[in-house]
Structure formats: C-alpha cells, structure tokens
C-alpha cells in the first residue's frame, strides 16, 4: 500500500527566507507525487506535480519539489517566503491502481513578517 | 462556470439524525470523490466515482453511503450521524484521466458537527 509522510505539522519563517517543507512516500509502484495548497476556508488546489520525467518539477507561486527515489523523498522549496504563502501544504501520492489520491497529514506554514 | 460547488457550507447534527452532504460540478468530469478531513490526519477518502451508475468504497466509507445517477452530482448521505463523523468533508472531481496525474478540482467543503 502506498502512504505518505510529512515531517512537521507546523513550520514558520520569516518573510523572505526559504521554505522547506518535507514529504516522504512508499509506493511499491513508481510513485505519480503531488502538493496541494490550502488556504483558510478554502478547498485544495493543485501547486505541482511529479508523474514522469524531469525529477525537478515547477509549480505555481514559485515552488518547486525534487523527486529523489533513492531517499523516497519530494520535499517542496521556495527560495524567498511571501506572506501571502501562509496555508497548509498537503503532499500525496497515486493509488496503486486505485483512482484516487493518498494524503501526507499536512504542515501548515507560517511566514512571519 | 462555478466549479464544484458543496452545500450546506455549515451544518450541526444531533446523533442518529440523517442528513444528505450534495455535491455538483459543472466541468463534465466523470470522476467524483467524497474526502473526510480531520486534523493531524490529512484528507482521507469515503467514497468515489468514475462515472454514472459507478461507484467504490475509498479508505472511511463506514456510515456513509453513495449514489451517482447523473455525470454532474454525487450526494454523500449520513444515514445515522455520530459525534465521530464531525468533521470537514471536500468533495473533488476531475476528468477521468486526469485521476490519474492527480489533478483534482475540489469544492470549498462542508463542516459538519455531531452533537
């Protein structure tokens, strides 16, 4: 079965630091990776996804995450914080041959101004 | 062009009460799926769907029950509420393929409290 963990519920930085937030997977299949955003009172949206190909993938607002199979890893970057960041990041992993999605339990961040 | 849309956005249940969680979406997706999020949990799945008149199980269907008579609508029904049901529920669609690269469009959820 495939499950997904993230380190750190919470995280905070301050405003144009780097942001860090860490995803690791098991997947006895090669593993299709996503990071979802939530912000207050909203749904998830899609920030970036791994299926194929390059291992460095660009999301929207400036992130970007690496695949890295030898450390079962996709942790998600951004080189500068912007308060406008602040919101919860859901990392998850494709079913193995189930149509749907598994989530990590997901890290809320802080951006300190 | 609204999206998914979920309503009611806010409901309070008394135990044993039934109540129907709706779920629309207007993009022509076949996929639909019903998620229970819960904190320190993450999102965990009840019930989806691939297409009309086709529904599963997801990894919480427990107490919950599906139905998909049209592309556009997959109703979530409590049949008998319990205080552990409280929660926030997202309802998520997408193309049928698109599943499968975990584009997921999801509504603004529902919060639901079991007294």
């Known amino acids: 079965a495939q499950s997904v963990t993230q380190l750190g519920s919470h995280v905070s930085v301050s405003e144009g630091a780097l942001v860090l937030l860490r995803c690791n997977y098991s997947s006895s299949v090669p593993p299709y990776l996503f990071w979802y955003v939530q912000y207050p009172n909203q749904g998830l949206q899609l920030l970036l996804k791994y299926t194929t190909g390059a291992t460095l993938v660009k999301g929207i607002n400036g992130f970007e995450a690496e695949f890295k199979k030898s450390e079962t890893s996709f942790h998600l970057t951004k080189p500068s914080a912007h308060m406008s960041d602040a919101a919860e990041y859901f990392c998850?992993?494709?079913?193995?041959?189930?149509?749907?999605?598994?989530f990590g339990s997901g890290t809320r961040l802080q951006v300190q101004p | 062009n609204a999206g998914v849309t979920q309503t009611p956005k806010f409901q309070v249940l008394k135990t044993g009460q039934s109540m129907t969680l709706q779920c629309a979406q207007d993009?022509?997706?076949?996929?639909m799926s019903w998620y229970r999020q819960d904190p320190g949990m993450g999102l965990r799945l009840i019930h989806y769907s691939v297409g009309a008149g086709i529904t599963d199980q997801g990894e919480v269907p427990n107490g919950y029950n599906v139905s998909r008579s049209t592309t556009e609508d997959f109703p979530l029904r409590l049949l008998s509420a319990a205080p552990s049901q409280t929660s926030v529920y997202f309802c998520a669609s997408s193309y049928r393929a698109a599943i499968d690269t975990g584009e997921l469009f999801f509504g603004e959820g529902s919060r639901l409290t079991v007294l």
């Open positions: 993009m022509n997706h076949e996929y």
């Open positions: 998850a992993v494709r079913g193995e041959g189930r149509r749907a999605l598994t």
